[in-house]
């Protein structure tokens, strides 16, 4: 069974930059894996962020950005603001199943 | 203005049935993948199954496999999903959402509860 893995949870203090990783238990995440990033705030639906890795939609805060690093998909916000507060999900699309699977959440504090 | 609404949610037996309706409008539904995600109480999404845009083929995770058929029917602008066999574990609001191109979930809707206990 693919497991996507993110970190549970990550502080940062208002101002500061934080990377949450998306980490693939088949290996290496590649462009292949198109990631999308997802905000969701409490008794709210999901809002989309991020898009085939590094694209922005077009209400996507410029603070946000997509990207790879080492061997794993990423989201780094830069300035983060206290509304930033909020649990982050990446999905991934397994092409040899045709078949997108969620990441457990990122649990972003602003403190 | 993209609109999503889920309807068709509810408290179901442990093997029952239920069939949950996504009304759309705003867009041309007809050009977009439609996907189904849940999210059970307390818990992280789970993508579910989408469907093509002319609803040539579908894709499903394993853990529905053989008990929901995701299904659309493009001149009403709406999508379906019918869920057989229902176990606990299926507890979940029910969620639409929209995919183009390597964008898998752009647009939402409000999601429908669906609660399966005896």
């Known amino acids: 069974q693919t497991v996507v893995t993110q970190e549970p949870s990550l502080t940062v203090s208002p101002g500061g930059t934080v990377t949450l990783t998306c980490a693939s238990s088949t290996g290496a995440v590649t462009s292949g894996f198109h990631p999308n990033w997802f905000q969701q705030k409490p008794g709210q639906a999901p809002r989309a962020l991020i898009y085939?890795?590094?694209n922005k939609h077009s209400w996507t805060p410029a603070r946000f950005s997509g990207s790879l690093l080492g061997g794993k998909a990423a989201l780094t916000v830069s300035g983060v603001q206290p509304e930033d507060e909020a649990e982050y999900y990446c999905l991934l699309y397994y092409d040899s199943a045709y078949i997108w699977v969620f990441g457990g959440g990122t649990k972003l504090i602003v403190l | 203005e993209v609109q999503l609404v889920e309807s068709g949610g509810g408290l179901v037996q442990p093997g029952g049935s239920l069939r949950l309706s996504c009304a759309a409008s705003g867009f041309t539904f007809s050009s977009y993948f439609m996907i189904w995600v849940r999210q059970a109480p307390g818990k992280g999404l789970e993508w579910v199954a989408n469907?093509?845009?002319?609803?040539?083929?579908?894709n499903y995770v394993d853990s529905v496999k053989g008990r929901f058929t995701i299904s659309r029917d493009n001149g009403k602008n709406s999508l379906y999903l019918q869920m057989n066999s229902l176990r606990v574990e299926d507890t979940a609001i029910y969620y639409c959402?929209?995919?183009?191109?390597?964008?898998?979930?752009?647009?939402w809707g409000q999601g429908t509860l669906v609660t399966v206990s005896s």
């Open positions: 469907i093509k845009p002319d609803g040539s083929g579908e």
């Open positions: 959402t929209r995919g183009q191109g390597w964008s898998e979930g752009d647009y």
């Open positions: 085939n890795t590094s």
